[in-house]
Structure formats: structure tokens, C-alpha cells
């Protein structure tokens, strides 16, 4: 029996509107920006829109923390992550959440124009201009502020689908609040000079900058009344195109390769972006047939991928292999090799590569995920549990992590835990009413034992914590019976 528990984490509930106070000096503070932050991205994952790929959400979330250790010396909290759109854009959203859109992946021409833009982003953050904006805009901007989050958290507390939340939060939003924030030229210019300096100091080529600047300048020009996103929150000028480059010029261009890893995140990237996976494995061939790459393995990889998807893993299995024999260091040929062999029915080979890429990287969080779903299909729920416990109990886990647990938890028999589990899904997502109803069914378990029902009872006890008074759900006969027993 697995009894490790579950790293504490913050509940945020449905009766949080943070107190944004008068217009008289008022400003956000840096919990109430946690707070809305946590609010908008519970909004974007219901929506589903978020890139739920484990291994882009990695690749991203890496090369955001090693830009934002350089944001007062790390002091910041980042998290990042990749919105599925083919617009060029990127935002931050208040809390040091940083969202970039798969469409600018894919038109990045190297790992340090990612990191360039990035790092403007990062840049917003750390210099407060999210706040700052707020208070700028007066009364009206942090009563339409108050007004979107409202309108998250009533969503979240009534149930309500995507749509109808989406069509309150748009119109609490209205003139003052857009769903984007345009910045002032003075933030705009002031997120460059910091961003650049992010860049360097994360070892990143300054140049990159305003060289994507012009790109995509350049194809804002061609593109005429179709102004990418990105560019109409973030408007470039000749002059702050100019400025950004004598900025680098002083700082010191330097010749920085794009690492493997940036162009596997683009590989696969580029595989979902297509109509289907079909429609992927002719574009591939087309490309491969006597065009240079600029990453051939990352070119591969993607051929491997879309082979999968496309139901020829057979095809797929000895390209991956390559890979492998290539690259051991590579996490993600662990993971292509292993599914490309379970796909086309070599469990054993499959399951064999596997279990050594876990033993290798025993907490990578893409492979280990993909190595639990592939325990579940082999029967052997057990070791499902075992890892994924030891994974989110010693990372920054997430609402895929957690779910993935509980149903190997559930798979094994173990109600108990599954169901506690659940409960901490349900509270990253914001629905502490249900979390709490899983803690009942947790406590209702025949088999639970004395440890899981303390920690149950003082986990529900802290949930409750932050319902509304008249809402507080009390235990059901039953569970205070379970509570009292010896």
C-alpha cells in the first residue's frame, strides 16, 4: 500500500475577489496578481486551448525558468506554457503566467529569438507594468479588473460551460479591460532594454531581438490589414526596432546554436498543426525530398511522430530506433522508440526501452507520464501509481499529473487514494465544492485506513476553509461514522 502524501497546495476558492480597494493610489499587490493570474488560467485550460503535450509544455516551461532565474535574481514566480492557435503571439498574464502560441513557435527562426520574445514577456512581469497599467487606468480600470475575475469565479462556482464564462468575462472586460493588455510605448520600450538583458544573461544571442522585430515587420508589411497578434499588442516601430539593436550591438552579438530540444518542440509543433496526422506524413515526405534540414533529426523525429499518428508505427519503429542509437541522452527518443514499438505491437521491446529511459531519467515528466499510460495499457496499474506518486511528489505537479494518478490509483483497486487524489484535481482546477464531495467518497472507502482518514478530514477541513459560509457541505452521516471509527 502507497502512502506517501501529497505536497500542500494553496486553495484558491470561488470566494477570493481579491480587494482591489479605491482608485486613490490603488494598485494590484503582487497576491492579488497570483491570484487573477491562477483565475484567468483556470479560464484558458477549460476552454482548451492549452497545449496539453507534455513534451512542449516541458520544453517551454525549461527555457522560460532559465530566462526568469535572471528576473530579480529568481525572486519571480513563472510559469509558462503554449496556447494551440496559429496566430504569432504572446502575452503575460498577471502572476508571472507567461502564454506563447504555437504559431510563433513555428515562426521562430532560432532558440534565441524564442527566448528573445519570451524575455520581453518576462520583462512586463518583473517590471510590473501589468499592476501599473491598473493603476493607470484609474477606478475604472480596477473595477473592470474586479469584474473579470468575478465573472471566472462565478463560472467556477455555478458550473457554467466555456462559452458562457468566456461571454461574461468579455463583457465585464469591455473598453478598459481587453482580453489582451496593450501596453504604453514607455512599457513596450522599457520590457526590450530588460528583455535583451535577460537574453544575455541566460547565455542566449542579443541580437535576436531585433532581428525577430524585423521579421516579423517584415511580414506585417506583406500580410497588409492581416497585422499578426502579436504585433497589435505589441506594436514595432523603426525607431524601437533601432533602439533594441544598438541596445544588443552594446551588449555584444554572440553565435549561439539552437539546442536539439527547441527544434524537437518545434517538430512536434509542427506535426499537431496539420489537419490530420495523414495530411503530416505527405508534407514530411515532401519536405524531405531533396530539401536540406535544418535539423535533421529534429526532421525525423517529426516523420516518426506522424507515422504513429498516422497508425504505421511499423514504419515508424526502426526510424526511432536510430534515433535512440543516435542520441541516448535525448529523453524524447526514449519515449518515440518505446510507443513507436507498443503501437506496432512489440510490447515487450516497447515496455523494455521504456523501463530504461525511466531508470535513466527517473523524473522527467513527459517520458514518465508516457511510461505510466503505458503500464495502465499493459495491466499494471500498480506501477502506474508508484511512479507517478514519486513524480508529482517531487515536482511542480499539474491537473494531467494528478488525474493520471488517481485513475492508476482507481485501476489498482486503491479507492481510497483515487479518490483523494481526485480531490487535489478538482482543487487545481478551482472546484472546491467537488473536492470536497471527493473526500467523501474517499472517507467512504472500506478500505481506507486510519492515515488516510486524518489526512482526508484535515484536508477537507482546510478546503472548507475558503467555501462561502452558507455553502459549507458538512460530512454525511456516514463519513462523521468513518471519522469516529477506532
Given at each position: 500500500?502507497?502512502?506517501?502524501?501529497?505536497?500542500?497546495?494553496?486553495?484558491?476558492?470561488?470566494?477570493?475577489?481579491?480587494?482591489?480597494?479605491?482608485?486613490?493610489?490603488?494598485?494590484?499587490?503582487?497576491?492579488?496578481?497570483q491570484?487573477i493570474?491562477?483565475?484567468?488560467?483556470?479560464?484558458?485550460?477549460?476552454?482548451?486551448?492549452l497545449?496539453?503535450?507534455?513534451?512542449?509544455?516541458?520544453?517551454?516551461?525549461?527555457?522560460?525558468?532559465?530566462?526568469?532565474?535572471?528576473?530579480?535574481?529568481?525572486?519571480?514566480?513563472?510559469?509558462?506554457f503554449?496556447?494551440?492557435?496559429?496566430?504569432?503571439?504572446?502575452?503575460?498574464?498577471?502572476?508571472?503566467?507567461?502564454?506563447?502560441?504555437?504559431?510563433?513557435?513555428?515562426?521562430?527562426?532560432?532558440?534565441?529569438?524564442?527566448?528573445?520574445?519570451?524575455?520581453?514577456?518576462?520583462?512586463?512581469?518583473?517590471?510590473?507594468?501589468?499592476?501599473?497599467?491598473?493603476?493607470?487606468?484609474?477606478?475604472?480600470?480596477?473595477?473592470?479588473?474586479?469584474?473579470?475575475?468575478?465573472?471566472?469565479?462565478?463560472?467556477?462556482?455555478?458550473?457554467?460551460?466555456?462559452?458562457?464564462?468566456?461571454?461574461?468575462?468579455?463583457?465585464?472586460?469591455?473598453?478598459?479591460?481587453?482580453?489582451?493588455?496593450?501596453?504604453?510605448?514607455?512599457?513596450?520600450y522599457?520590457?526590450?532594454?530588460?528583455?535583451?538583458?535577460?537574453?544575455?544573461?541566460?547565455?542566449?544571442?542579443?541580437?535576436?531581438?531585433?532581428?525577430?522585430?524585423?521579421?516579423?515587420?517584415?511580414?506585417?508589411a506583406?500580410?497588409?490589414?492581416?497585422?499578426?497578434?502579436?504585433?497589435?499588442?505589441?506594436?514595432?516601430?523603426?525607431?524601437?526596432?533601432?533602439?533594441?539593436?544598438?541596445?544588443?550591438?552594446?551588449?555584444?552579438?554572440?553565435?549561439?546554436?539552437?539546442?536539439?530540444?527547441?527544434?524537437?518542440?518545434?517538430?512536434?509543433?509542427?506535426?499537431?498543426?496539420?489537419?490530420?496526422?495523414?495530411?503530416?506524413?505527405?508534407?514530411?515526405?515532401?519536405?524531405?525530398?531533396?530539401?536540406?534540414?535544418?535539423?535533421?533529426?529534429?526532421?525525423?523525429?517529426?516523420?516518426?511522430?506522424?507515422?504513429?499518428?498516422?497508425?504505421?508505427?511499423?514504419r515508424?519503429?526502426?526510424?526511432?530506433?536510430?534515433?535512440?542509437?543516435?542520441?541516448e541522452?535525448?529523453?524524447?527518443?526514449?519515449?518515440?522508440?518505446?510507443?513507436?514499438?507498443?503501437?506496432?505491437?512489440?510490447?515487450?521491446?516497447?515496455?523494455?526501452?521504456?523501463?530504461?529511459?525511466?531508470?535513466?531519467?527517473?523524473?522527467?515528466?513527459?517520458?514518465?507520464?508516457?511510461?505510466?499510460?503505458?503500464?495502465?495499457?499493459?495491466?499494471?496499474?500498480?506501477?502506474?501509481?508508484?511512479?507517478?506518486?514519486?513524480?508529482?511528489?517531487?515536482?511542480?505537479y499539474?491537473?494531467?499529473?494528478?488525474?493520471?494518478?488517481?485513475?492508476?490509483?482507481?485501476?489498482?483497486?486503491?479507492?481510497?487514494?483515487?479518490?483523494?487524489?481526485?480531490?487535489?484535481?478538482?482543487?487545481?482546477?478551482?472546484?472546491?465544492?467537488m473536492?470536497?464531495?471527493?473526500?467523501?467518497?474517499?472517507?467512504?472507502?472500506?478500505?481506507?485506513?486510519?492515515?488516510?482518514?486524518?489526512?482526508?478530514?484535515?484536508?477537507?477541513?482546510?478546503?472548507?476553509?475558503?467555501?462561502?459560509?452558507?455553502?459549507?457541505?458538512?460530512?454525511?452521516?456516514?463519513?462523521?461514522?468513518?471519522?469516529?471509527?477506532?
Amino acid at each position: 500500500m502507497l502512502c506517501f502524501l501529497l505536497l500542500a497546495r494553496p486553495a484558491w476558492g470561488a470566494g477570493e475577489l481579491p480587494d482591489i480597494g479605491n482608485s486613490a493610489g490603488a494598485v494590484l499587490s503582487a497576491s492579488d496578481e497570483q491570484k487573477i493570474g491562477r483565475m484567468i488560467m483556470r479560464q484558458l485550460r477549460a476552454s482548451g486551448d492549452l497545449v496539453t503535450d507534455p513534451e512542449i509544455t516541458e520544453y517551454i516551461q525549461a527555457l522560460g525558468q532559465r530566462l526568469s532565474l535572471h528576473a530579480h535574481e529568481g525572486q519571480l514566480s513563472f510559469t509558462f506554457f503554449a496556447i494551440d492557435a496559429p496566430d504569432l503571439n504572446a502575452f503575460a498574464l498577471p502572476g508571472g503566467f507567461v502564454g506563447i502560441h504555437t504559431g510563433l513557435l513555428l515562426a521562430t527562426e532560432s532558440e534565441s529569438e524564442l527566448a528573445a520574445v519570451l524575455g520581453h514577456e518576462i520583462a512586463h512581469v518583473s517590471q510590473r507594468h501589468l499592476a501599473r497599467s491598473a493603476e493607470a487606468a484609474g477606478q475604472s480600470g480596477l473595477i473592470s479588473t474586479a469584474a473579470m475575475v468575478a465573472a471566472i469565479l462565478v463560472g467556477a462556482a455555478t458550473g457554467a460551460g466555456g462559452d458562457a464564462i468566456s461571454a461574461a468575462v468579455a463583457v465585464a472586460q469591455g473598453s478598459a479591460a481587453q482580453s489582451r493588455i496593450n501596453f504604453t510605448r514607455a512599457n513596450e520600450y522599457e520590457a526590450d532594454r530588460v528583455g535583451i538583458r535577460f537574453l544575455n544573461d541566460a547565455g542566449f544571442d542579443p541580437m535576436a531581438m531585433p532581428s525577430f522585430f524585423e521579421t516579423m515587420s517584415r511580414r506585417t508589411a506583406a500580410a497588409g490589414s492581416q497585422v499578426p497578434e502579436y504585433f497589435r499588442t505589441h506594436p514595432v516601430t523603426s525607431n524601437r526596432i533601432a533602439e533594441s539593436r544598438d541596445r544588443a550591438l552594446n551588449i555584444g552579438a554572440r553565435q549561439v546554436p539552437s539546442s536539439l530540444n527547441y527544434f524537437l518542440a518545434k517538430a512536434r509543433a509542427q506535426v499537431l498543426s496539420y489537419e490530420s496526422a495523414v495530411v503530416a506524413v505527405s508534407a514530411i515526405e515532401a519536405r524531405m525530398d531533396g530539401h536540406p534540414s535544418e535539423s535533421p533529426q529534429a526532421t525525423q523525429y517529426a516523420y516518426a511522430l506522424a507515422l504513429i499518428r498516422a497508425g504505421d508505427a511499423r514504419r515508424a519503429v526502426p526510424i526511432a530506433e536510430r534515433l535512440l542509437d543516435l542520441n541516448e541522452e535525448m529523453v524524447a527518443y526514449h519515449t518515440l522508440s518505446a510507443q513507436a514499438n507498443l503501437a506496432a505491437g512489440n510490447t515487450e521491446r516497447g515496455m523494455e526501452i521504456f523501463a530504461e529511459g525511466h531508470r535513466l531519467f527517473p523524473r522527467n515528466v513527459p517520458l514518465t507520464m508516457a511510461y505510466a499510460n503505458a503500464l495502465m495499457g499493459v495491466k499494471d496499474p500498480a506501477r502506474s501509481h508508484k511512479i507517478m506518486l514519486d513524480l508529482v511528489n517531487n515536482v511542480s505537479y499539474d491537473e494531467d499529473q494528478i488525474r493520471l494518478l488517481a485513475l492508476a490509483a482507481s485501476a489498482e483497486g486503491d479507492d481510497a487514494n483515487a479518490h483523494y487524489y481526485m480531490s487535489e484535481f478538482h482543487v487545481l482546477r478551482g472546484e472546491l465544492f467537488m473536492a470536497v464531495d471527493q473526500l467523501k467518497l474517499a472517507l467512504a472507502s472500506p478500505r481506507i485506513h486510519d492515515y488516510q482518514i486524518a489526512r482526508a478530514e484535515a484536508r477537507m477541513k482546510q478546503i472548507r476553509e475558503y467555501l462561502p459560509n452558507k455553502r459549507r457541505a458538512r460530512p454525511s452521516e456516514q463519513a462523521r461514522g468513518r471519522l469516529a471509527a477506532p
